[in-house]
């Protein structure tokens, strides 16, 4: 798929994306590996969370597009994975409180959106289905993450968050079918995202749930 | 793989499929829907739910065949999903209440199961993994609901439901080694399928448990 | 890929491999099948549990490939799992209780982490990727089974098990670098997980945790 005569133009290119995604999982990775630490699980299971969470979101998506999941063909990946796994086990759990992670699994949310949105476009994904896909490569990996906790994922809080995905993949969508090139295309709709994201964390915008849209009515859904 | 002079007669045979699917897709998500609305949730985790409910077997199916998800090149399916989700929104609770659901379910139920089994045969499934990926079909969608909105799956309840989807599965599989076309054999597959799952209901069958199965066993088994 | 001349050898290399992977099957088919039982569930849910667990390793390598799950062309796969959740079921629970099975799910880890990974790397997978597809290749059976069980998985028990099937698919990877015959590599690099496995059995072998790798912590971790 590649014309050799073009390969110093793809490398400049290609780059920034890569190092984007490598950043996304190396804060998935984190993230999953803090949870099993928090459930004071041993080693071998915090490299297991890391690795879900980390990879969960992409894994799905190729799996779905019918292709290999790309970690499998990455070193780095896995290495990456790996290293934030060590990096939790050996710092104090309290270094990691506070909203440092949440900030930085934004940054990830809205990278693998826009990321995933535009791997299914490449597949010949129609327009909807991308912007699901693209969703689902934000979102699963800490979804997965939770199940396999035993906790209440974020996709059960009211917290805007699947949202900040789906305004990344949307913008993603509507960007990549103009001129703009790739990266800034990328970029921008991940900033978008990871805006909308930080303003819920930071005023803790929440959706209207289904019990609640209706005036005058109180107490919890059943 | 289709010879472009009989696209008219394709159109004919492959237009009731479609719509068998259709129709299963959106009783699925429709289920998936309400499930997140009697929890209270967002309309974002509502879509979500109505997603993976609808395109969860299918999902299943595919990946395990190697190929890419149906519904990534069907712009349909999305748009009915999106649909479902909506209209459960912007409905009072109380309008979906009673059996009307169940019995779509038993709908879909069937519907998938005949179509993953007829599916599996074109990949050149052995005729016993077939099967299991007809019913696979049928029952993960709302297998994968349950688990992601923590409560037990029909899976475990002793209600006639997979083996309903089974019997469509097996009937598919016949009917398709016979010289009857496609249409009608998955019809008459997926009609025994419903009307089981429909006695089941009616009557309440359920299957013996292991604890219960031997003669003089009484109380629940731990 | 298979030279015709080469059919004989290829037969006499190929029929131990498969027999060890129809062991493995059967013997976590068996351990699905059990959980299920003990759930006090019907027949078809012992079934489904059988399946699950016996496949779920394989298939999720399988998928993450981007390949077809194997055991979609083996006819035998299928007839193992039906005929392993048969025996459960018309057999009295008491019948299995003990370790016999501990070691039969050891024996089948090891066998699954050593052919996960040699699969991977057929299919041209980088080194780490390659070990961590033979790791999930030996524990997510088990896993899936868990969760779908509502059980904590062995995943979050500090018992050694994911660790021996971490033994097995490195020495997997360094035999198969080596010029090492295909199946004496396999079987050398089963049989070290399978003693680590065995030895963490008998002698209650635990690695430890986040919580209380420091020095002074007691009590549970919350």
Sequence with gaps: MRVEGFLFEQLLMI?????????????FALSGALVAARLGQTLVTVCFFALVTGV??????DILL??????LSD??????ILASALLVWF????????QLLEWADAAGLSAFAALGTAKALEFGVAPIPAVVLGVAS??????IRDVLAGQPSILMRPELYVTAAALTSILAL?????????LPALLIASAAGFALRGAALVWSIELPSYGNKKAGRDGPPS
Tied chains: 1, 2, 3.
């Design 91 to 98: 710092t104090p759990e309290r270094w990691w409180r506070g």
């Design 75 to 80: 070193p780095w990946v896995s290495a990456v």
């Design 66 to 71: 019918g292709t290999q999941a790309e970690w």
């Design 56 to 61: 969960g979101g992409g894994s799905l998506r």
């Design 15 to 27: 780059t920034p994306v890569m190092i984007l995604e490598l950043a996304g999982v190396a804060v």
């Design 138 to 143: 934000g979102c699963v990996g800490g979804i």
């Design 174 to 182: 509507a960007a990549l079918a103009t001129d703009l090139p790739r």
